[in-house]
């Protein structure tokens, strides 16, 4: 069965400073991994992606996301923060085993301080 | 494409009532999520459907939730009776093709049940 492990439930950077988020997956075969981005009162909004292609992703708004087998890890990353990547953040990993299915981390509140 | 549409996006109903909560899929896409989100749970996952058809529906809390996709562009939620515990945001999502493909989000229903 596949799943993710998120650490940290709330983080909270500078402005201008590295945005690190966790996310650690478990799955019985390779897995397709996202992050989801969430603003208040909207839906949940596609960040980036990992497919078996390339193992650095780059996705919008200048997020990255390193998949590495060995540590069974697909951390996302920004270099410089910004007040509105306040947000919280979603890490998933598909089933494949049927219809697609996304299995959701619990979730990191991000928050930039001025 | 205006997306994944969800009606109504706030709902207050009372104790016991019916609530209906509707989605209209990206067209062309052939898997529907529901999702409910809740701060004590996070994102939970109650039923999909593959072309128009429910392949999993374990996430449903109990019988009092159902889910119908009478066709590839309508799918409903209905809760009857309500309880104040079903109190949460309810999202509608939807995806085309193989593994790997993500899915589109609705803005949400934020449901009361007071």
Redesign the interface.
């Known amino acids: 069965a596949q799943s993710v492990t998120q650490l940290g439930s709330h983080v909270s950077v500078s402005e201008g400073a590295l945005v690190l988020l966790r996310c650690n997956y478990s799955s019985s075969v390779p897995p397709?991994l996202?992050w989801?981005v969430q603003y208040p009162?909207?839906?949940?909004?596609?960040l980036l992606?990992y497919?078996?292609a390339a193992t650095l992703v780059k996705g919008i708004n200048g997020f990255e996301a390193e998949f590495k087998k060995s540590e069974t890890s697909f951390h996302l990353t920004k270099p410089s923060a910004h007040m509105s990547d306040a947000a919280e953040y979603?890490c998933a990993v598909?089933d494949?085993t049927?219809?697609?299915?996304?299995?959701?981390?619990?979730?990191t509140r991000l928050t930039v301080i001025p | 494409d205006a997306g994944?549409i969800q009606s109504p996006r706030h709902e207050v109903t009372e104790m016991g009532q019916e609530v209906t909560l509707r989605c209209k899929p990206i067209s062309g896409h052939n898997?529907l999520?529901w999702y409910r989100q809740t701060m004590m749970r996070?994102?939970e996952?109650l039923i999909?459907?593959?072309n128009n058809v429910p392949?999993?529906d374990s996430g449903m809390p109990e019988d009092r939730f159902s889910a119908k996709m009478p066709n590839a562009s309508f799918s409903t939620l209905k809760i009857q009776p309500s309880e104040p515990r079903d109190s949460a945001v309810y999202?509608c999502?939807s995806?085309f093709?193989?593994?790997?493909?993500?899915?589109?989000?609705?803005?949400?229903t934020r449901l009361t049940v007071v």
């Open positions: 397709y996202f989801y009162n909207q839906g949940l909004q596609l992606k497919t078996s979603f598909s494949q049927g219809a697609n299915n996304l299995f959701f981390g619990t979730g | 994944v898997s999520f996070g994102l996952l999909y459907f593959n392949i999993d999202f999502a995806s093709g193989p593994f790997g493909t993500e899915a589109f989000f609705g803005q949400g």
